[in-house]
């Protein structure tokens, strides 16, 4: 099993930036396809990005493509989200989750473990 953390999150303004972290237990997280998954009040969780386990292959949401890059160190465990040019609308609870699929896992259903979230609220 793996158990998934979440760091980072806070207020921003507007055109500013954070960098999200999510740190994984488990023995076998290079296995792992990692995304990250926000949702705002209201509202369903939406896909954000994803990182393949075997080549680093990435996957953006059409909304942060450009702004928002996923990346990940399998020597700490730990999958990262540098947001740039953040907008209001990227206000949200960001969820950090984990696939045991190899294949694209842009889907939420295709994830097996899931974090309990960080909030990321960008004042305008």
């Known amino acids: 099993q793996v158990q998934l953390v979440e760091s980072g999150g806070g207020l921003v303004q507007a055109g500013g930036s954070l960098r999200l972290s999510c740190a994984a237990s488990?023995?076998?997280?290079?296995?792992?396809?990692m995304g990250w998954f926000r949702q705002a009040p209201g509202k369903e969780r939406e896909f954000v990005a994803a990182?393949?386990?075997?080549?680093?292959?990435?996957y953006y949401a059409d909304s942060v493509k450009g702004r928002f890059t996923i990346s990940r160190d399998n020597a700490k465990n730990t999958v990262y989200l540098q947001m740039n040019s953040l907008k209001p609308e990227d206000t949200a609870v960001y969820y950090c989750?984990?696939?045991?699929?190899?294949?694209?896992?842009?889907?939420?259903?295709?994830?097996?473990?899931w974090g309990q979230g960080t909030q990321v609220t960008v004042s305008s």
């Open positions: 989750a984990a696939s045991i699929r190899i294949g694209p896992v842009i889907g939420i259903g295709l994830y097996d473990y």
């Open positions: 488990g023995r076998t997280f290079s296995r792992y396809a």
């Open positions: 990182i393949n386990c075997s080549d680093d292959r990435t």
